[in-house]
Nanobody, 115 residues
């Protein structure tokens, strides 16, 4: 499984960004897809995840501002981020987990929120 993320960039506080992540390769083996982020000096943390059936899990701090969605026909997962804050600045990583629970990671896309 290969994951290609896009959509990061620089945005002012209060703004929005939409991240996309397209999967290729053994896509029929993918169960869950999601997003993690890692800020400088911090550990990587879950942002949100979505199963193939559409069941969603958000990190508590992301609820209400971030929305994850998935298009199984396009093998793509999205993360709509609204009302961004400087503390949302991080590298955002796309993640996929297959039915054997093996995890795959995209290359990361940088989101920078200026105050």
């Amino acid at each position: 499984v290969q994951l290609q993320a896009s959509g990061g960039g620089l945005v002012q506080a209060g703004g929005s960004l939409r991240l996309s992540c397209a999967a290729s390769g053994s896509i029929s083996s993918i169960s869950d897809m999601g997003w993690y982020r890692q800020a400088p000096g911090e550990q990587r943390e879950l942002v949100a995840a979505i199963t193939r059936a559409g069941r969603i899990n958000y990190a508590d701090s992301m609820k209400g501002r971030f929305t994850i969605s998935r298009d199984n026909a396009k093998n793509t997962v999205y993360l709509q981020m609204n009302t961004l804050k400087p503390e949302d600045t991080a590298v955002y990583y796309c993640n996929a987990v297959d039915y054997l629970r093996d995890a795959y990671w995209g290359q990361g896309t940088l989101v920078t929120v200026s105050s």
